[in-house]
T-cell receptor
Framework: GAGVSQSPRYKVAKRGQDVALRCDPI?????LFWYQQALGQGPEFLTY????????KSGLPSDRFFAERPEGSVSTLKIQRTQQEDSAVYLC???????????FGSGTRLTVV | DQQVKQNSPSLSVQEGRISILNCDYT??????FLWYKKYPAEGPTFLIS?????DKNEDGRFTVFLNKSAKHLSLHIVPSQPGDSAVYFC??????????????FGQGTILTVHP
């Protein structure tokens, strides 16, 4: 597609529920990032994929967070047993290999109630 | 530990005047800097960047200045237009430390340009 597509745009989850957030990067983009943006803050790094390999997951806040990109294109960020502090906008970004002009998706706004 | 700081949460400017957005960083390993612009309900969009080997980069109405000794950078928008009203994020990369450019963002500055 022309841009990075994320779905759903909005998700309301009950505390304790599992959620899955999807990212469709720009076709051919090798690098894929997930960021978490809390209200009034800048995005914070969660994890990075180069093709299907998850090379950095140092930003994942807990073992409840899991990301995958099995075929090197679409990526899914899964949050198990959601907590209120997980409420945030989750942004996906992709880029060509070493091009720092990342293209961000519009994000998924997760609200845990 | 906030490694990239934008100390002004908001800035209000008259149309046609200059907007100056500031950013400070603490990590001396950062060697590449970017500015992103974000409209509500959209993802950040890349605006302009600068490598640490330069002190200025210009692109149309947008100029970024880097003062390495002060660990400070600024984005100048001249002339400002109402369509520039958005949240502006400063971001930094330790390009020499990783091969993939993990971004560290500031908190953002809300720019409002009044007609």
């Amino acid at each position: 597609g022309a841009g990075v597509s994320q779905s759903p745009r909005y998700k309301v989850a009950k505390r304790g529920q599992d959620v899955a957030l999807r990212c469709d990067p720009i076709s051919g983009h090798v690098s894929l990032f997930w960021y978490q943006q809390a209200l009034g803050q800048g995005p914070e790094f969660l994890t990075y994929f180069q093709n299907e390999a998850q090379l950095d997951k140092s930003g994942l806040p807990s073992d409840r967070f899991f990301a995958e990109r099995p075929e090197g294109s679409v990526s899914t960020l899964k949050i198990q047993r959601t907590q209120q502090e997980d409420s945030a906008v989750y942004l996906c970004a992709s880029s060509l290999a070493l091009n720092y002009g990342y293209t961000f998706g519009s994000g998924t706004r997760l609200t845990v109630v | 530990d906030q490694q990239v700081k934008q100390n002004s949460p908001s800035l209000s400017v008259q149309e046609g005047r200059i907007s100056i957005l500031n950013c400070d960083y603490t990590n001396s390993m950062f060697d590449y800097f970017l500015w992103y612009k974000k409209y509500p309900a959209e993802g950040p969009t890349f605006l302009i960047s600068i490598s640490s080997i330069k002190d200025k980069n210009e692109d149309g109405r947008f100029t970024v200045f880097l003062n390495k000794s002060a660990k400070h950078l600024s984005l100048h928008i001249v002339p400002s237009q109402p369509g520039d009203s958005a949240v502006y994020f400063c971001a930094a990369i330790n390009a020499g430390g990783t091969s993939y450019g993990k971004l560290t963002f500031g908190q953002g500055t809300i720019l409002t340009v009044h007609p």
